[in-house]
């Protein structure tokens, strides 16, 4: 992937240690953008499922959200470094196999997407600039590809082992 270097890895580190200093906040605004923009959202999440709102002090929401917010933030990292999101494999399997499991589709990594945008310009409030949107969204949709390839790999090795013998 070429095109993204040393600025836009800059302008993705700099907004990292605003949204850093209050991952409780940002974690339940996180969810809260996610729930606004699809409703149905909510039932793929353990934590959430059984909530009529975002819980304020869930460890399992506030885990979930600093995952998603590390693994973008890292994958502008690797975008500069090695021109490509580079995932263990391990992590990078069971990653796909969760999100072949819970039923993610196409359109819920835009759903998530859009809500960690949206909460990274609420925590950089005036430093927030289209080129900032840029590189974090260019991070996460490079980050999103190596998941979804995954996916890809395991719907098909399940569908393998469903077929019937011959």
Do not use: C
Not at 111 to 130: D, H
Not at 133 to 142: L, P
Not at 147 to 156: A, L, Y
Request: a negative charge; aromatic letters at 10%.
């Amino acid at each position: 992937m070429s095109g993204f270097g040393e600025r836009e890895e800059a302008l993705v580190r700099s907004s990292w240690d605003q949204l850093m200093q209050n991952i409780p906040h940002y974690s339940i605004r996180f969810f809260t953008s996610i729930v606004e923009i699809a409703p149905v959202a909510k039932d793929m999440f353990s934590f959430l499922r059984d909530s009529d709102e975002i819980p304020q002090n869930n460890p399992l929401l506030q885990a979930h959200a600093a995952k998603v917010f590390k693994m973008t933030y890292e994958s502008a990292t690797q975008l500069r470094e090695k021109g490509e999101v580079v995932i263990e494999d391990t992590t990078l399997k069971h990653l796909g196999f969760v999100h072949v499991k819970k039923g993610v589709l196409e359109p819920h990594f835009e759903v998530l997407k859009g809500a960690l945008l949206k909460t990274i310009k609420e925590a950089t409030r005036e430093k927030w600039s289209e080129d900032m949107n840029n590189a974090w969204g260019t991070a996460y949709d490079e980050l999103a590809t190596a998941i979804k390839k995954e996916m890809t790999f395991n719907v098909e090795g399940v569908e393998f082992l469903l077929q019937p013998e011959i």
